[in-house]
């Protein structure tokens, strides 16, 4: 849904995304406050706002008791602080999604899921060695 013009979701949304709660998504959003900008990672609804939403998007607020919208930078914080491998499936796969046309943002996606791959060989390997060298 859109939001001043914006791409966002609820934090009910965004944690069935991440498969976790939307507690835990407002705990992280607690911990780390100071690293979220409201306007950019997430937009944070008045009452009225709230009530304009829920007549706008019938149905999106029902389950929802945050007054919380997130961006794709604030997804991508919460992706960040939750770091399971489920988190940044989720978020690319949006990302897929929300761009699909765009062969630019493929490219680098495919990249970034490549690098990934090979930091995570790396790590095993260190893990790996590591327990070689202590027999």
């Not at 794709?72 to 761009?99: C, P, R, V």
């Not at 490219?107 to 260190?126: D, G, H, P, Q, W």
Request: charged share 25%; hydrophobic share 35%.
């Amino acid at each position: 849904m859109e939001y001043q013009d914006v791409f966002v979701v609820t934090t009910y949304r965004l944690g069935e995304m991440y498969q976790c709660s939307p507690e835990t998504l407002i705990w992280n959003f607690l911990e780390y406050e100071d690293r979220f900008v409201e306007g950019v990672d997430f937009y944070q609804l008045t009452v009225k706002e709230l009530e304009s939403c829920e007549s706008q998007f019938p149905g999106e607020f029902v389950k929802c008791s945050s007054p919380y919208l997130w961006t794709f930078e604030g997804m991508y914080m919460h992706a960040q602080f939750l770091s399971g491998e489920d988190a940044w499936k989720a978020y690319m796969n949006l990302l897929y999604f929300i761009f699909e046309q765009s062969e630019e943002l493929r490219n680098a996606v495919r990249l970034l899921e490549k690098a990934t791959r090979k930091l995570e060989s790396m790590y095993i390997y260190r893990i790996c060695e590591r327990e070689w060298n202590k027999q």
